[in-house]
């Protein structure tokens, strides 16, 4: 469970406060599907951030089931982020200087597990790309880069996967196939998905949607949320 | 850090290693420099020493040695018999050494030479051997006339084995070749070739007369305990007497000193070139952590702590530290192979180093290795604390967050590298103080080549509006910020500015001692001229010097001071003098009518005829500050067992780079030693002409044999070898920092490379040929060059106008061809080794460039 409590975020823009995000409180359920919807620049990301704990919040706090994350340290934010959240950005973010099956394994390296590379080689069999591992990002194209980085989010069997406009960087069919792929990861492991886009269609298909207006936000549940397992209320 | 954390830096570190080794390992070829001038110049050193010290007492030849310039007579000998009845002394044997002239008898004008004689006796050497270039040495070799001489005396001469050469007034067969000997070493300061003779025969040559040259030597074997309470009981003893003793251990002890004053000077040079490195990897890590940045941030974001990915690019620079480490011993093994070939054919002094053996020493690689690894891992640890910076959020926002406030922790680390820099110079040096100088020197010649860089980089700007397109785009290259420009004509100025200022100064030294030849000064000085050889002397070499002015003679004896009286300074007998060092030595010293044209009057009056009945003298200014002896103070001093005592009437100051005149401490007025013997140093000019001079040389050698003759000419040649090898010295030194600093401009271009090709990409696509491009590279790097060597020239002027003037006080030439010389050659080397480097920047398709992005 994901608990936001008056989560806000003010930063300072040429000088005067600006504030990207205004107090929201939200609570995700385990397993639950939520979408994040908005315009650029509108506070998804920042809001993908906070509850990752790559970023602290002005005011309020967050919790991932029974720890207050914005108490904690870098290097605890580090850990937990290691073992609860996968992460799927729109820019991929592989490390270049690794190969497809070295990306995979890190998170698994991070947490001192002896059968990374092994589990690295069936991820990326899972995402279709079992005889890839040994190229270099650069060497892959737009839509298997992203399988890699949905391999890697997957390693540490997280709880939680976020995902940043995972498909914003691709062509239409890639980017159909990106989000069925994690749509089955999400039915098959029960993980909490939490999804920004601005894309309407594909909001269509979580639990509920959090729709941002220049840092407001407001909750609504979808009638598709009937076709997937639980509907859980604020 | 537990085990899994420690296997997963290990792990990202070996990663990291391989992506980015080729582009990084130019600059750790920095430290493979620095750290083989370390080894190869402290294995050296200590192969030196090893090879002079291993047998302290066969190098000396005698566990202790009496010595004198007068013959070793009385007192000396009764305490030497007396010391032997009582078993403290073994076996005692004497030697003589003089300077004097050997001369080829083949012909009447076949050559003559100063030599360094030796006439020893049986027994002789006490310890260690005489080393012949064939057969072994026997003292029967030189019975009856029998001579061993060194090799350079015979190539001199043109003589061979069985020759035959005059020594004053007798003849000697050269029976052998002497290739080392106990009691000479290297580097040793020699009047010339080694002849050794046997004592006996030393009479004949007439040449022990009054006022030679000679040194009287008794050398003893003495049971080791018995060494240094003997040599303090024969010093007491000998107080009064004109003799010196000296030790084996003494002379090891001062030995030692030198060779390891020496090894940490100059392994200060290879630190010099560490600390190049050190700034260029630090600049080299910056730009590697920026283009880390990202990987760091997904790295943070995947769970890693900031101390795991610090570890692991420390790991990776410790690796990579190593390699270079490991290289440079490698280069300073070759180097020390190879120095034996290296020196052989240098001056004689240096040229003995040719027969030493030579091995890399256990403690010069250590010192090495460990200064390398330091220095690198310094120099890295600041450029790379920035990864702590790195929050991962900046996957999400395209922005980093600059630190607020003073971040103290990359301040005290950039505060203990500094301190740790000053602990090993302090190391290296053996010195606080030296180290302190090094370093702050070092830092304020980086601070003004820098800000002088700055300064010249801004200077081009106006080039920016330049209407060809090449030359603008060059000029933005090298301005912009993070253009690696500053540390490229850093590292590059500093080699070109090493190298010029040596040879400008080596030019500037061989100037002034030419023009003081040049001018009529006397280039031929005659020693130990006799009373009654002067005007035979004097018409010999006038008939035969054409053009030159007859010789002229300088009256000179030996003199030490027994007494003063005077206001500040009371000293009774010798044994008082003792107690001031040097004033006790023994002085040259004349007499004559004027000053000298080298000689200024500071104090009192000159004697200008007057009253002859009491002896005056004139002092060197030295003589005043160093004593405290002040005009009309009372002075006796004792000329071979008489004393003559003389008031001082004036303070002279001379001018001892002005050799022409002499240089004397004391001068007495005509007059004094009007009834005492005493001979004459003779100056002339000899003639122009080679040929001309060698005949006039062994002329004089054949008619006055106890007269030495020195040749200006020939020591101005030995010491413009001496200098050529200390500025080929200078010069490698000079030439190792210009390699490391084109090392770091071949590193700086690929390490902004990605950069280069992607813009590149952006110019082709807008329409700009390959031919554009690589024309605006050249223009980059000739700019860059040009600016480079200019500084390297200004701050070789500059250099070489401050030690001319200030150090060495000479007057101070300017040499615009080699500045020039050196602006065009750095601006090639920098332009060619710049486009090399960027080759591939050009060869990348347009296409695939901008789809990578």
């Known amino acids: 469970m994901i608990e936001l409590r008056d989560v806000s975020k003010t930063v300072t823009s040429g000088g005067r406060p600006l504030t990207i995000l205004h107090p929201l409180d939200l609570v995700i359920a385990r397993g639950q599907f939520l979408a994040v919807l908005g315009a650029s620049g509108s506070g998804k990301s920042t809001l993908l951030g906070l509850m990752a704990g790559l970023d602290a919040p002005t005011t309020g706090s967050i919790r991932f089931d029974d720890t207050d994350i914005t108490t904690l340290d870098e290097d605890a934010l580090a850990r937990l982020r290691g073992a609860t959240i996968g992460f799927v950005f729109q820019f991929f973010h592989l490390v270049p200087s690794l190969t497809a099956l070295e990306n995979v394994s890190v998170p698994m390296e991070i947490a001192g597990r002896r059968d990374a590379l092994s589990r690295a080689e069936s991820l990326l069999a899972e995402v279709g790309l079992a005889s890839r591992g040994h190229h270099y990002p650069s060497q892959l194209s737009g839509g298997e880069q992203q399988r890699v980085a949905i391999a890697r989010a997957l390693a540490n069997d997280p709880p939680v996967l976020l995902a940043d406009e995972p498909t914003g960087n691709l062509d239409s069919r890639t980017g159909a196939h990106i989000l069925d792929l994690l749509l089955e990861v999400r039915r098959t492991r029960g993980t909490t998905f939490v999804l920004v886009t601005h894309d309407a269609e594909l909001a269509a298909l979580a639990d509920r949607r959090l729709i941002l207006r220049d840092g407001h936000a407001t909750l609504e549940s979808s009638t598709a949320a009937a076709r997937t397992s639980r509907v859980v209320s604020v | ?853």
Request: hydrophobic share 50%; charged share 20%.
């Open chain 2, 1 to 853: 850090m537990n085990g899994a954390s420690m296997r997963f830096v290990m792990t990202l570190a070996a990663r990291e290693l391989r992506a980015s080794w080729r582009r990084l390992l130019v600059f750790f070829a920095c430290i493979a420099i620095g750290v083989s001038a370390i080894v190869a110049l402290r294995s050296v050193v200590q192969n030196v020493g090893v090879a002079l010290t291993a047998d302290a007492r066969s190098m000396f030849g005698a566990d202790l040695i009496i010595s004198s310039n007068n013959p070793i007579t009385g007192v000396v000998r009764q305490e030497i018999a007396g010391e032997r009845t009582a078993g403290r002394v073994l076996d005692a044997i004497d030697a003589i050494e003089l300077t004097t002239m050997a001369r080829s008898m083949r012909g009447p004008d076949a050559g003559a030479r100063v030599v360094e004689l030796r006439a020893v006796d049986a027994g002789y050497p006490m310890y260690g051997t005489l080393v012949l270039r064939e057969g072994t040495y026997r003292h029967d070799l030189l019975r009856d006339h029998g001579a061993l001489v060194g090799p350079d005396l015979l190539a001199q001469l043109g003589l061979d084995v069985g020759d035959v050469i005059g020594v004053g007034d007798a003849r000697f067969e050269v029976r052998g070749v002497v290739a080392s000997e106990p009691g000479r070493s290297v580097g040793a300061f020699s009047f010339g070739p080694r002849v050794v003779i046997d004592r006996a025969d030393l009479a004949s040559t007439g040449l022990l007369s009054f006022g030679s040259r000679v040194s009287y030597e008794v050398l003893l074997r003495v049971p080791e305990t018995h060494l240094d309470p003997l040599a303090d009981s024969l010093r007491a003893s000998f107080v009064t007497e004109y003799v010196r003793v000296r030790t084996y251990r003494r002379a090891e002890d001062r030995l030692g000193e030198n060779l390891s004053r020496a090894e940490n000077y100059l392994s200060l040079v290879g630190l010099v070139i560490l600390a190049l490195g050190g700034i260029g990897i630090s600049s080299v890590v910056r730009v590697f952590v920026q283009e880390k940045i990202r990987s760091v941030a997904i790295l943070k974001c995947l769970g890693a702590t900031t101390r795991q990915v610090l570890a692991a690019y420390l790991t990776q620079a410790s690796v990579l530290a190593a390699a270079g480490c490991v290289v440079g011993v490698l280069i300073a093994a070759g180097v020390l192979a190879a120095v034996p070939a290296l020196t052989a054919a240098a001056p004689v002094q240096v040229a003995a180093m040719a027969r030493l053996e030579y091995g890399l020493t256990v403690s010069a690689v250590a010192q090495g290795v460990a200064v390398g690894l330091l220095v690198a891992l310094l120099f890295a640890l600041v450029p790379l604390l920035q990864v702590r910076d790195v929050k991962p959020s900046l996957l999400l926002r395209h922005e980093i967050t600059p630190r607020e406030g003073i971040d103290w922790t990359r301040w005290s680390a950039a505060a203990a590298v500094a301190a740790a820099l000053v602990a090993v110079a302090t190391w290296q040096a053996g010195s606080v103080e030296i180290a302190l100088i090094v370093c702050g020197g070092l830092v304020a010649l980086t601070i003004v080549l820098h800000g002088a860089g700055l300064a010249l980089v801004r200077a081009v700007q106006p080039l920016a509006r330049a209407r060809s397109f090449a030359l603008r785009h060059a000029v933005l290259q090298v301005a912009r910020p993070g253009s690696q420009a500053g540390i490229v004509l850093l590292s590059v100025g500093l080699g070109v500015f090493f190298i010029l200022g040596v040879r400008a100064l080596q030019g500037n030294l061989l100037a002034d001692i030419s023009l003081q030849i040049d001018e009529d000064a006397p280039d031929l000085f005659l020693l130990d001229v006799q009373g009654d050889q002067r005007d035979g002397l004097a018409a010999f070499v006038d008939t035969r010097n054409g053009e030159e002015p007859p010789p002229a003679a300088i009256p000179v004896l030996r003199a030490r001071v027994v007494g003063v009286n005077g206001r500040e300074l009371n000293l009774d007998g010798y044994q008082d003098v003792r107690g001031r060092g040097s004033l006790a030595r023994e002085y040259t010293v004349t007499y004559r009518e004027h000053l000298e044209d080298n000689e200024t009057l500071l104090d009192g009056r000159w004697w200008t005829g007057g009253d002859r009945s009491v002896a005056e003298v004139s002092i060197e200014e030295s003589l005043r500050e160093r004593y405290r002896i002040h005009l009309g103070d009372e002075m006796r001093f004792d000329l071979f067992g008489r004393i003559i005592s003389a008031r001082v009437t004036s303070v002279r100051e001379v001018e001892w780079r002005d050799f022409r005149s002499g240089g004397f401490m004391f001068v007495f007025s005509p007059g004094t030693f009007d009834d005492a013997p005493h001979g004459f140093i003779a100056t002339a000019r000899g003639p122009a002409d080679p040929e001309a001079r060698a005949v006039l040389i062994s002329g004089l050698s054949a008619r006055y044999p106890n007269v030495s003759v020195i040749d200006v000419q020939e020591a101005l040649r030995l010491a413009r070898d001496v200098m050529a090898t200390v500025t080929r010295g200078v010069t490698v030194v000079g030439a190792l920092v210009l390699l490391s600093g084109t090392l770091i401009l071949v590193g700086a271009v690929s390490m902004t490379k990605f950069r280069r090709v992607y813009e590149a990409a952006v110019l082709k696509t807008l329409g700009a040929s390959t031919r554009l491009i690589g024309m605006t590279l050249l223009l980059e790097y000739t700019v860059l060059g040009a600016i480079a060597g200019t500084i390297g020239a200004a701050g070789a002027v500059v250099l070489s106008w401050a030690i001319a003037t200030w150090g060495l006080e000479l007057p101070w030439t300017p040499a615009p061809g080699l500045s020039v010389a050196g602006v065009l050659l750095t601006t090639l080397l920098v332009a060619v080794v710049g486009v090399l480097a960027s080759l591939e920047v050009l060869r990348h398709k347009p296409l695939d460039t901008l789809r990578a992005e």
